[in-house]
């Protein structure tokens, strides 16, 4: 079955810097990759989703690129805030998944004043 | 407003005392789910239900049992809690969009 690795599961960054978290996917078959983000004590959000006819997709500070071939999107945040402090996690799917996503393990976003 | 709740907030119980987590959903959203949340181990899937009356086991749904009487509600039943049960659960729902939403979570704590 599909299987999505996130890396790193921590990343630390100076406030004002850029981040950029990566996932990969096993299933070729995937064609919906979301990422959600998770505030201390919150619930999971959806913040910005991509689609496989897609390469990228940006909403103001964050974007999400994907490589079809290499199996793998990131997400990039630029000027970090302390507000974008936070888990994120990526997920994957396909049109017959019934829906499921398939999700990463998270990654912690510090940033650092 | 277009929301998820999620019934209790917190809990907690002692170990073998049946309880029920309540979920609804006020968007018509065909598929729902339940997930638990440990530090460091991400979200793990429970159960999920594509519709009323379709349920099916998700990555760990020992201990746990389901219902999808109404296409509203998808409450999370655990018959005889045991303490490593102890974690945060989110409620989810999703159409075609395949965007979830969360409800806000419970956390339950068994003693």
């Known amino acids: 079955g599909e299987n999505v690795e996130q890396h790193p599961s921590t990343l630390s960054v100076q406030e004002g810097d850029s981040a950029v978290i990566k996932c990969t996917y096993s299933?070729?078959?995937?064609?919906?990759f979301p990422w959600y983000k998770q505030e201390l004590g919150k619930r999971p959000q959806l913040i910005i989703d991509i689609r496989s006819n897609v390469g990228e997709k940006k909403d103001q500070r964050i974007a999400v690129t994907l490589n079809k071939t290499a199996k793998h999107f990131s997400l990039h945040i630029t000027e970090t805030q302390p507000e974008d402090s936070a888990v994120y996690f990526c997920?994957?799917?396909?049109?017959?998944?019934?829906?499921?996503?398939?999700w990463g393990a998270g990654t912690k976003l510090i940033i650092k004043p | 407003e277009a929301q998820v709740t999620q019934n209790p907030r917190y809990l907690i119980t002692v170990t073998g005392k049946k309880l029920t987590v309540t979920c609804s959903q006020n968007m018509n959203h065909e598929y729902m789910s339940w997930y638990r949340q440990d530090p460091g181990l991400g979200l793990r899937q429970i159960y999920y239900s594509m519709n009323v009356e379709v349920t099916d086991k998700g990555d760990v749904p020992e201990g746990y049992k389901v219902s999808r009487k109404e296409k509203r509600n998808f409450p999370l039943i655990l018959e005889s809690p045991s303490p490593n049960q102890t974690s945060l659960y989110f409620c989810?729902?999703?159409?075609?969009?395949?965007?979830?939403?969360f409800g806000p979570g419970t956390r339950l704590t068994v003693l």
């Open positions: 989810a729902s999703s159409s075609r969009t395949y965007t979830q939403y």
């Open positions: 997920a994957a799917s396909r049109w017959d998944s019934n829906y499921q996503l398939i």
């Open positions: 299933d070729s078959a995937s064609n919906y």
